[in-house]
Protein backbone atom coordinates (compact mmCIF):
# COMPACT_ATOMS: atom_id res chain seq x y z
CA UNK A 1 0.00 0.00 0.00
CA UNK A 2 1.73 3.37 -0.74
CA UNK A 3 -1.16 6.10 -0.37
CA UNK A 4 -3.98 6.88 -2.62
CA UNK A 5 -4.60 4.65 -5.68
CA UNK A 6 -2.26 5.60 -8.43
CA UNK A 7 -3.44 6.08 -12.57
CA UNK A 8 -0.85 4.58 -14.78
CA UNK A 9 -2.46 5.18 -18.63
CA UNK A 10 -0.64 3.05 -20.58
CA UNK A 11 0.52 5.13 -24.23
CA UNK A 12 -0.33 1.43 -25.76
CA UNK A 13 -3.61 3.09 -26.82
CA UNK A 14 -2.15 6.00 -27.30
CA UNK A 15 -2.18 7.61 -31.10
CA UNK A 16 1.42 6.09 -32.16
CA UNK A 17 1.36 9.44 -35.14
CA UNK A 18 0.72 12.05 -32.25
CA UNK A 19 1.99 10.71 -28.87
CA UNK A 20 3.50 13.77 -27.57
CA UNK A 21 0.25 15.50 -28.21
CA UNK A 22 -1.45 12.61 -26.45
CA UNK A 23 1.41 12.36 -23.32
CA UNK A 24 0.98 16.55 -22.77
CA UNK A 25 -3.00 16.31 -22.78
CA UNK A 26 -3.33 13.39 -20.42
CA UNK A 27 -0.48 15.18 -18.57
CA UNK A 28 -2.98 17.91 -17.20
CA UNK A 29 -4.65 15.03 -15.22
CA UNK A 30 -2.14 14.30 -13.63
CA UNK A 31 -0.90 10.61 -14.15
CA UNK A 32 1.06 9.31 -11.14
CA UNK A 33 2.91 7.17 -13.85
CA UNK A 34 2.93 6.55 -17.74
CA UNK A 35 3.29 2.78 -18.29
CA UNK A 36 5.22 2.17 -21.38
CA UNK A 37 4.77 -1.49 -23.29
CA UNK A 38 7.70 -2.89 -24.06
CA UNK A 39 7.10 -6.42 -26.52
CA UNK A 40 9.50 -8.03 -28.54
CA UNK A 41 7.56 -9.69 -30.74
CA UNK A 42 8.58 -13.31 -29.04
CA UNK A 43 7.34 -12.93 -25.37
CA UNK A 44 4.43 -11.58 -27.04
CA UNK A 45 3.16 -11.84 -30.31
CA UNK A 46 2.33 -7.86 -30.63
CA UNK A 47 5.73 -5.47 -31.16
CA UNK A 48 5.79 -1.93 -29.80
CA UNK A 49 8.70 0.22 -28.44
CA UNK A 50 12.15 0.37 -27.53
CA UNK A 51 14.95 2.02 -25.18
CA UNK A 52 14.83 5.05 -27.69
CA UNK A 53 11.35 5.68 -26.85
CA UNK A 54 11.61 6.21 -23.27
CA UNK A 55 14.43 7.72 -23.30
CA UNK A 56 13.00 10.61 -25.63
CA UNK A 57 9.53 10.71 -23.30
CA UNK A 58 12.28 11.11 -20.12
CA UNK A 59 13.42 13.96 -21.36
CA UNK A 60 10.14 15.51 -22.91
CA UNK A 61 8.21 15.25 -19.94
CA UNK A 62 8.43 15.01 -16.28
CA UNK A 63 6.03 12.06 -15.04
CA UNK A 64 7.64 8.57 -13.82
CA UNK A 65 7.99 6.16 -16.35
CA UNK A 66 6.68 2.83 -15.32
CA UNK A 67 8.06 0.29 -18.17
CA UNK A 68 6.67 -2.97 -18.40
CA UNK A 69 8.95 -5.64 -20.26
CA UNK A 70 7.05 -7.65 -21.95
CA UNK A 71 10.58 -9.97 -24.00
CA UNK A 72 12.37 -12.62 -23.31
CA UNK A 73 15.98 -11.54 -23.23
CA UNK A 74 15.15 -9.57 -20.02
CA UNK A 75 19.09 -10.17 -18.41
CA UNK A 76 20.14 -8.81 -21.16
CA UNK A 77 18.30 -5.81 -22.22
CA UNK A 78 17.31 -4.62 -18.94
CA UNK A 79 20.06 -2.10 -18.54
CA UNK A 80 18.91 -0.23 -21.89
CA UNK A 81 15.35 0.97 -20.27
CA UNK A 82 17.12 1.93 -16.98
CA UNK A 83 19.67 3.75 -18.67
CA UNK A 84 16.78 5.26 -20.68
CA UNK A 85 15.50 6.59 -17.53
CA UNK A 86 12.54 4.31 -16.43
CA UNK A 87 11.34 4.91 -12.82
CA UNK A 88 10.04 1.70 -12.04
CA UNK A 89 11.02 -1.23 -14.16
CA UNK A 90 8.72 -4.58 -14.53
CA UNK A 91 10.04 -7.88 -15.65
CA UNK A 92 8.19 -10.91 -16.50
CA UNK A 93 8.48 -14.24 -14.68
CA UNK A 94 7.51 -16.28 -17.16
CA UNK A 95 10.16 -14.47 -19.10
CA UNK A 96 12.94 -16.76 -21.02
CA UNK A 97 11.18 -19.93 -19.51
CA UNK A 98 10.20 -22.70 -22.46
CA UNK A 99 6.92 -23.49 -21.20
CA UNK A 100 3.64 -24.94 -22.65
CA UNK A 101 1.14 -22.36 -23.79
CA UNK A 102 -1.28 -21.91 -20.85
CA UNK A 103 -4.29 -24.28 -21.30
CA UNK A 104 -6.22 -21.10 -20.14
CA UNK A 105 -5.14 -18.97 -22.78
CA UNK A 106 -2.64 -17.88 -24.65
CA UNK A 107 0.18 -16.59 -22.70
CA UNK A 108 3.01 -18.28 -21.10
CA UNK A 109 2.59 -19.55 -17.84
CA UNK A 110 4.22 -21.35 -15.37
CA UNK A 111 4.36 -23.10 -11.85
CA UNK A 112 7.82 -22.05 -10.89
CA UNK A 113 10.87 -20.08 -12.67
CA UNK A 114 13.23 -21.74 -14.15
CA UNK A 115 16.59 -19.51 -13.12
CA UNK A 116 15.03 -18.39 -9.68
CA UNK A 117 18.40 -17.02 -9.43
CA UNK A 118 18.13 -14.83 -13.20
CA UNK A 119 14.92 -13.02 -11.33
CA UNK A 120 16.83 -12.29 -8.22
CA UNK A 121 19.45 -10.40 -10.17
CA UNK A 122 17.45 -8.68 -12.27
CA UNK A 123 15.27 -7.53 -9.48
CA UNK A 124 18.51 -6.50 -7.47
CA UNK A 125 20.50 -4.87 -10.32
CA UNK A 126 17.23 -2.69 -10.95
CA UNK A 127 17.18 -1.98 -7.45
CA UNK A 128 20.95 -1.29 -7.37
CA UNK A 129 20.02 1.16 -9.68
CA UNK A 130 17.98 3.05 -7.87
CA UNK A 131 15.29 2.72 -9.47
CA UNK A 132 11.62 0.39 -8.08
CA UNK A 133 11.35 -3.35 -9.39
CA UNK A 134 7.95 -4.93 -10.03
CA UNK A 135 7.75 -8.65 -11.09
CA UNK A 136 4.66 -9.42 -13.51
CA UNK A 137 2.61 -12.81 -13.57
CA UNK A 138 0.39 -13.91 -16.41
CA UNK A 139 -3.25 -15.01 -15.54
CA UNK A 140 -2.66 -18.23 -16.30
CA UNK A 141 0.68 -18.49 -13.84
CA UNK A 142 0.32 -18.90 -9.81
CA UNK A 143 0.77 -16.63 -6.93
CA UNK A 144 3.39 -19.76 -6.17
CA UNK A 145 5.99 -18.44 -8.53
CA UNK A 146 6.17 -15.29 -7.75
CA UNK A 147 6.40 -15.94 -3.99
CA UNK A 148 10.08 -16.97 -3.67
CA UNK A 149 10.99 -13.10 -4.73
CA UNK A 150 8.62 -11.04 -2.70
CA UNK A 151 11.49 -10.07 -0.47
CA UNK A 152 13.53 -8.83 -3.29
CA UNK A 153 10.69 -6.10 -5.05
CA UNK A 154 9.08 -3.16 -4.58
CA UNK A 155 5.71 -3.88 -6.89
CA UNK A 156 3.88 -6.85 -8.13
CA UNK A 157 1.88 -6.41 -11.40
CA UNK A 158 -0.92 -9.45 -11.67
CA UNK A 159 -2.01 -8.94 -15.66
CA UNK A 160 -5.57 -9.14 -15.72
CA UNK A 161 -5.22 -10.08 -19.49
CA UNK A 162 -3.64 -12.08 -22.20
CA UNK A 163 -0.50 -9.43 -22.31
CA UNK A 164 0.39 -8.37 -26.21
CA UNK A 165 -2.68 -6.27 -26.87
CA UNK A 166 -4.80 -3.10 -25.45
CA UNK A 167 -8.41 -3.28 -25.72
CA UNK A 168 -8.81 -6.92 -23.66
CA UNK A 169 -11.58 -7.73 -21.09
CA UNK A 170 -10.34 -7.87 -17.72
CA UNK A 171 -10.53 -11.40 -16.42
CA UNK A 172 -11.86 -11.50 -12.90
CA UNK A 173 -9.72 -14.57 -11.45
CA UNK A 174 -6.69 -11.69 -11.14
CA UNK A 175 -8.79 -10.49 -8.48
CA UNK A 176 -8.36 -13.40 -5.95
CA UNK A 177 -4.90 -12.95 -7.05
CA UNK A 178 -4.30 -9.77 -5.13
CA UNK A 179 -5.75 -11.47 -2.44
CA UNK A 180 -3.54 -14.07 -2.12
CA UNK A 181 -0.71 -11.96 -2.86
CA UNK A 182 -2.12 -9.65 0.00
CA UNK A 183 -1.71 -12.85 2.05
CA UNK A 184 1.47 -14.00 1.17
CA UNK A 185 3.35 -10.74 1.44
CA UNK A 186 1.59 -9.74 4.89
CA UNK A 187 3.13 -13.66 6.27
CA UNK A 188 6.53 -12.80 4.79
CA UNK A 189 6.22 -9.11 6.65
CA UNK A 190 6.22 -7.21 3.11
CA UNK A 191 4.72 -4.60 1.75
CA UNK A 192 4.74 -4.29 -1.84
CA UNK A 193 3.07 -1.79 -3.94
CA UNK A 194 -0.12 -3.68 -6.31
CA UNK A 195 -0.34 -2.95 -9.67
CA UNK A 196 -3.15 -4.62 -12.55
CA UNK A 197 -2.76 -4.43 -15.50
CA UNK A 198 -5.57 -4.94 -18.73
CA UNK A 199 -9.32 -4.19 -19.10
CA UNK A 200 -9.09 -1.50 -16.00
CA UNK A 201 -12.47 0.65 -16.40
CA UNK A 202 -14.14 2.42 -14.12
CA UNK A 203 -16.42 -0.49 -12.93
CA UNK A 204 -13.30 -2.94 -13.10
CA UNK A 205 -11.83 -0.45 -11.24
CA UNK A 206 -13.49 -0.14 -7.98
CA UNK A 207 -13.20 -4.35 -8.20
CA UNK A 208 -9.35 -4.29 -8.25
CA UNK A 209 -9.02 -1.32 -5.36
CA UNK A 210 -11.50 -3.24 -2.69
CA UNK A 211 -9.18 -6.06 -3.40
CA UNK A 212 -5.95 -3.99 -2.70
CA UNK A 213 -4.56 -2.58 -6.07
CA UNK A 214 -2.27 0.29 -5.12
CA UNK A 215 -1.91 1.34 -8.93
CA UNK A 216 -4.12 0.64 -11.81
CA UNK A 217 -2.97 0.43 -15.81
CA UNK A 218 -5.31 1.72 -17.93
CA UNK A 219 -5.14 1.89 -21.75
CA UNK A 220 -8.27 1.63 -23.76
CA UNK A 221 -10.58 3.38 -21.33
CA UNK A 222 -8.17 6.10 -21.11
CA UNK A 223 -7.16 6.88 -24.63
CA UNK A 224 -9.61 5.05 -26.20
CA UNK A 225 -12.58 7.54 -24.35
CA UNK A 226 -13.90 10.56 -26.34
CA UNK A 227 -12.01 12.60 -23.28
CA UNK A 228 -9.28 11.14 -21.79
CA UNK A 229 -8.47 13.79 -19.26
CA UNK A 230 -12.47 12.43 -18.23
CA UNK A 231 -11.56 9.43 -17.89
CA UNK A 232 -8.51 9.31 -15.93
CA UNK A 233 -10.32 11.54 -13.56
CA UNK A 234 -13.82 9.06 -13.32
CA UNK A 235 -11.38 5.99 -12.98
CA UNK A 236 -9.21 7.64 -10.16
CA UNK A 237 -12.66 9.09 -8.68
CA UNK A 238 -14.42 5.75 -8.76
CA UNK A 239 -10.97 3.93 -7.09
CA UNK A 240 -10.32 6.23 -4.35
CA UNK A 241 -13.70 5.46 -3.71
CA UNK A 242 -13.96 2.31 -3.20
CA UNK A 243 -10.20 2.51 -1.58
CA UNK A 244 -11.92 4.52 1.21
CA UNK A 245 -14.68 2.03 1.91
CA UNK A 246 -12.43 -1.30 1.76
CA UNK A 247 -10.27 0.27 4.33
CA UNK A 248 -12.98 1.53 7.01
C1 LIG B 1 -1.20 -5.55 -22.40
C2 LIG B 1 -0.51 -4.39 -21.77
C3 LIG B 1 -1.39 -3.39 -21.14
C4 LIG B 1 -2.39 -2.74 -22.07
C5 LIG B 1 -3.61 -2.51 -21.25
O1 LIG B 1 -0.26 -6.51 -22.69
O2 LIG B 1 0.39 -4.84 -20.76
O3 LIG B 1 -0.65 -2.39 -20.46
O4 LIG B 1 -1.97 -1.54 -22.62
O5 LIG B 1 -4.58 -2.04 -22.08
P1 LIG B 1 -6.11 -1.98 -21.68
O6 LIG B 1 -6.22 -1.08 -20.49
O7 LIG B 1 -6.74 -1.45 -22.91
O8 LIG B 1 -6.54 -3.37 -21.36
ZN1 LIG C 1 1.35 -3.27 -19.52
New binding site residues.
Given amino acids: MFGPIKIAP ?1 L ?2 ADFLNLERDVAAISAAGPDYL ?1 I ?1 V ?1 DGHF ?1 PNLTIGPVFVKALKRRFDIPLDV ?1 L ?1 IENTAEQLDWYIDAGADLVTVHVESGVVAPACKQGNSRCIQAAEDPEAVVEQLRRIRAAGRMAGLSLNPGTPVCAIEPFLTELDLVLV ?1 S ?1 H ?6 SFIADSLAKLDQITIVAQTLGVDPVLEI ?4 NQQTAVEAALHGADML ?5 IF ?1 AADPLQALHDIRAAAVLSQSRSSR
Avoid at 163 to 168: E, K, L, M, S
Avoid at 217 to 221: E, I, L, T, Y
Wanted: charged share 5%.
Fill in positions: SLSHDMVHMMVPGFGGQDGGIVAGNAG
